[in-house]
């Protein structure tokens, strides 16, 4: 077994190759510093929010629901003609509400499309629900924060929402399948069939145990949109983000329109774009678009058994570097 003994460097000024080295760190440490500050930086945000939650959504995302909208918009305009009615609430007073705020492009591009009157304020939304100082509007769109139980909290929201008023929930396809979902959709059915009650009070949590038949959606006016191609989410510090600059995540748009299945279905008709409209959780399954427990497993294998099938293939530079010779 050959030796090699590893010189040490000399003291003294430093070659030019390791001079270049150090200056690259320096300034990858520069640069880090730099998204400290910008992720730390005091007064970004009036409320509580984790730094990898801020992906913007992309104006294609909004595009594709925008013909949705306009429709919606239309309605609003017609139901507020009626005698009686002493502001109408036209089409340019129709009233977008995304709670959460980001980098406030979520109202640049809903006015881009032709949608100007949009809320979307760098506001804590939850304080404004405790204080009951939500503003007013027409229709949700917003794309929530992914972590923590922000989901969770904007759902009940929506149950809680006297008007049961329309929404577009922009969130990953995986949520379909989670049981907060299907509570959710219970409870909006329970919603729908207790209506006449005042005050009744209907949480998440009542539904926990309940069966949730394959006609839920249906029932309750709500239905997937999913686009043709991976939505790009970028972060709002854009490449100088920590961790990753583009989500890593497929979304698709949850919509929901209580006013009954026949409102949903108009409403479905408008959407445009290279997507696929699904009426249920079965509909995702098989068009693809989600995966079932044995699908997962054998995508997992067939991944593993690739990967084997490459490291055998591929020569590891550890085989060339000899074992070190252990002490007796």
């Not at 017609?78 to 709670?99: H, Y």
């Not at 509570?183 to 006449?196: G, I, K, T």
């Not at 055998?312 to 060339?320: E, K, L």
Request: one cysteine or more; aromatic letters at 10%.
């Amino acid at each position: 077994i050959r030796m090699v003994r590893i010189a040490k460097r000399p003291a003294g000024p430093c070659p030019e190759s390791v001079t270049s080295v150090e200056s690259a760190r320096a300034k990858a440490r520069n640069g880090r510093g730099f998204e400290l500050r910008t992720r730390h930086k005091p007064g970004r945000w009036t409320f509580e929010a984790a730094y990898g939650d801020h992906y913007q959504t992309p104006r294609s995302a909004y595009a594709d629901i925008a013909p949705a909208l306009q429709f919606l918009a239309s309605r609003c305009a017609c139901e507020a003609d009626q005698p009686g009615d002493v502001e109408p609430n036209g089409e340019s007073q129709f009233r977008i509400f995304d709670p959460y705020f980001c980098s406030g492009s979520c109202k640049t591009h809903l006015e881009a499309l032709g949608l100007p009157n949009v809320v979307n304020e760098n506001r804590d939304f939850y304080a404004d629900v405790a204080a009951q100082q939500v503003p007013e509007f027409d229709v949700m769109v917003t794309n929530p924060p992914f972590s923590s139980d922000h989901k969770e909290r904007l759902l009940q929201f929506l149950i809680d929402d006297p008007q049961q008023r329309p929404f577009f929930l922009l969130l990953p396809s995986w949520v379909a399948q989670r049981s907060y979902w299907r509570e959710f959709l219970a409870a909006l059915r329970h919603r729908s069939d207790h209506r006449h009650e005042i005050n009744s009070s209907i949480r998440l949590a009542d539904f926990q145990d309940t069966s949730t038949s394959d006609s839920l959606e249906k029932e309750v006016g709500v239905f997937y949109w999913c686009p043709g191609g991976k939505y790009r989410f970028e972060h709002v510090d854009g490449f100088k983000a920590q961790g990753r600059a583009k989500a890593p995540f497929d979304a698709m748009w949850f919509v929901g329109v209580p006013k009954g299945p026949n409102a949903a279905k108009k409403v479905r008709l408008k959407l445009q774009g290279e997507g696929m409209a699904a009426a249920s959780l079965s509909q995702l399954y098989k068009e693809g678009v989600l995966l079932t427990k044995r699908e997962k497993k054998q995508r997992a294998k067939e991944m593993q058994r690739s990967w084997k099938v490459g490291v055998r293939s591929c020569p590891t530079a550890s085989a060339d570097v000899p074992r070190k010779r252990q002490r007796r």
